[in-house]
């Protein structure tokens, strides 16, 4: 049978079985979201960010990469796939319609979008998604004009999802349960002569032991000299003694991910790495008695700043404070909506979360990173990890 034959057949047995949460739930979220297009002077979204996507109907897949989008109206919500995602739209998505075009002809893309959106005459768009195809975007103003397209989308829909409901918080609890299960696994093992990639592996066995769906990231372990330079990962590296090994693990629940650092120090840290230590945790109060409603994320980065600034000269930190965190999709679970940085003038909210990724590295030497995810709410910011801020 083709994709359409199939879909029919699986929607008669399994139809939204794997929805992540009630209708009711995305009945309220598409009801704020055609609040906020009709303020916005916007007749019609185009959305194919994954997160966006599964924030408004659910839909979830690990393969992300293939083109896919969301047509939202006033009265309608298309969804549109490649045939190899027909099963997980029909039975994860709650959608008026799913409309299917063959894998390996992504022209089969455009006309049934142009036929969808020709009606509309304010159609928004998130000109900053990765997942916004070049050539998608042009074939379709070619077809129905430039004029018809605005770029305020991606605003509208970071909007919205930065502050949580009661569910996406009860998903980022249990997420941050599961990360702490992983990360006290992986610190277990840390002891001289263990390679990072032993490290990371028992760290993902927990992770999945305990209930984490695929991740959006990978469990990131880095030991010694290498955890001075950012971004790096696991590669058959062998501990040291008395090298401080860097953990940054996030588990999926639902999609949704509170990640957490620890550092653990095979043998004894040294008097400077406590200091390293101990000026996170003095960056992350700063952090938190800023992170307030009514507060700006500007006056928390400064905050931090301010904190970091005796060390500035020879402590490198990528200059993000906190970044918010919920529903994500490979490769990274940084949700994107929000930045906690200096310039950043939006005000903190309740029921927003963010990761506060304190990371400081001295180049070439080491680094020390410890971390929370945190709710604000309206007396402040809450951890919901559980980080102790003790070098393990």
Known sequence: ???????????????????????????????????????????????????????????????????????????????????????????????????????EDIDAVIDPLAEMLAPYRAIGLDLYAASLRHGVIRALQSRLGDTRFRDDGGTLMDGLRLVKTEAELACLRESARITSAGLRAAEALVRPGTTDNTIAAEGARALLAEGSEFMSLQPIVTTGQRVGTIHVNYKRHVIGQNEPVFLEFGAAFQRYTAPMMRTAVAGQPSDEMRRIAGLCRTMFEALCAEMRPGR?????????????????????????????????????????????????????????????????????????????????????????????????
Do not use: K
């Not at 699986?10 to 794997?18: G, I, N």
């Not at 055609?34 to 979830?60: E, N, Q, S, V, W």
């Not at 990469?65 to 009265?75: E, G, K, N, Q």
């Open 1 to 103: 049978m083709d994709h359409n034959a199939y879909r029919h057949a699986l929607s008669a047995q399994l139809a939204q079985s794997e929805l992540p949460f009630a209708p009711t739930e995305f009945a309220a979220r598409l009801g704020r979201t055609r609040a906020a297009m009709h303020d916005a002077g916007l007749d019609a979204l185009l959305l194919t960010d994954p997160a966006d996507i599964f924030y408004l109907t659910g839909y979830h897949t690990f393969e992300v990469s293939v083109h896919t989008a969301l047509v939202v109206t006033d009265d309608r919500l298309v969804l549109q796939v490649p045939s190899i995602e027909t099963g997980p739209a029909v039975v994860t998505a709650l959608v008026d319609e799913i409309i299917g075009y063959l894998w």
């Open 296 to 392: 700006s994320f500007d006056d928390a980065a400064r905050a931090a700043e301010a904190a970091l600034a005796p060390h500035a000269d020879t402590i490198f930190f990528s200059g993000v404070f906190g970044y918010s965190v919920g529903a994500q999709f490979p490769p990274s679970w940084v949700e994107g909506t929000g930045y906690i940085a200096r310039g950043q003038m939006r005000l903190f909210e309740a029921g927003m979360v963010f990761h506060l990724p304190l990371c400081l590295r001295v180049p070439g030497q080491w680094g020390i990173g410890l971390s929370d995810t945190v709710l604000i709410s309206g007396d402040g910011a809450t951890p919901i990890t559980d980080n102790s801020w003790c070098l393990g």
